[in-house]
């Protein structure tokens, strides 16, 4: 039997749980119902167990979700059960800060190379790992399973790296560039533009600002 | 005569309408049908049509879009056309990173201020800018007339300058603590959690995997 697909929204709120039951387990909570979760979270909590419905569900009427096992189910789920061998294209300031972030590491995704053009960054080191001539990535990519590939150079390489990674086939790219970098059929693409997010946020402010006015105007 | 709202998916897709049009300009495009920015962009033209449509439309018939003019449009809509005073609070590794990155200053946006905790940090300076001991945040942000701050710092101390930053007046918040922090009304946030992307990535390449595996059991 099939699996129903489950939906992107539904993918996209995966790991806020993980965020949230995270946070929950590390302040000692143990249980918490639907609703108590909905609060904190800001999804309605019929929505809350219709997207945990979609992997079994977990809860039990009149006792809640027990917050470690969920934890664990989701983190499961999303596939943090096991490390991922990743490599970093592009030591620019955001390709830097991935790089040192030892966030990704205690999640399980380990920068095992990290290559650049740059004749003065090549040979330097971050925690440990020295930076490679991307003349090097193909074999590197090639000789070492890798997982995942962090896209962070400027836009104007990223669709080469991208279609490079995936000629010696990596199945998962996140791209920092600010291009929406395309891919074939069964490679995963995550594009993040930090200045859409940063625009959305102005458009939202001036929004405000607008409405204030109308308002005075309306007065 | 109060306008309508305009709906959040449509605020989200016009930093990329912005993205594109920016590009097609730079490479001396200089009209543009709804098909073929359709095409480029992944949305559907009666999507963009409509989009467009909800700040007066811009295209013409037999025409298309006057890439120049839709851009300086959407830039004005966005709120891109005026400068912004920003702070930065947390010098840690994305903290450094937005520091650095010239692309927010190309836009507007002056890092006219950035705070740290960290002794070793303050005195330190950043593209001209000295680092600052937190404790002058609140009147640098009062005397300065801020119009966004960005939280850099760890998820344990975000809330926390949230809530003071907002409480000098400023407006508007782009978060990157792996925490959503909460706002009084009328103050913008926008959470940008780095990690939910990279999980929301490798929960779609694990679910390629399994269905690759579920096809082969099916044959």
Tied chains: 1, 2.
């Excluded at 999804?43 to 096992?69: E, P, S, W």
């Excluded at 291009?179 to 405000?208: F, K, P």
Aim: charged share 30%; with cysteine; hydrophobic share 35%.
């Amino acid at each position: 039997m099939k699996k129903e697909k489950v939906s992107e929204a539904v993918i996209r709120r995966l790991p806020k749980y993980y965020r949230y039951l995270k946070e929950l387990e590390r302040i000692g909570v143990e249980r918490i119902s639907s609703q108590e979760l909905s609060k904190k979270m800001g999804i309605k909590a019929t929505q809350i167990r219709q997207d945990l419905n979609c992997f079994g569900g977990f809860g039990q009427q009149g006792y809640g979700y027990h917050v470690k096992m969920l934890k664990k189910e989701i983190k499961d789920i999303i596939g943090l059960n096991r490390e991922y061998k990743v490599i970093l294209v592009g030591v620019g300031n955001i390709g830097q800060a991935l790089s040192n972030y030892s966030g990704l590491e205690k999640e399980g995704f380990n920068i095992i190379g990290i290559f650049d053009v740059n004749p003065k960054l090549i040979g330097n080191t971050i925690r440990n790992k020295t930076i490679m001539d991307i003349d090097l990535l193909y074999v590197f990519a090639k000789d070492n399973n890798i997982d995942l590939c962090i896209i962070t150079t400027p836009k104007e390489n990223a669709q080469e790296i991208a279609d490079m990674v995936i000629g010696v086939g990596i199945k998962s790219i996140w791209n920092f560039a600010p291009i929406d970098v395309d891919a074939r059929r069964g490679v995963c693409i995550e594009n993040v533009h930090l200045n859409d997010s940063l625009y959305t946020l102005i458009y939202r402010m001036n929004d405000n600002e607008r409405e204030d006015l109308q308002t005075k105007e309306d007065v």
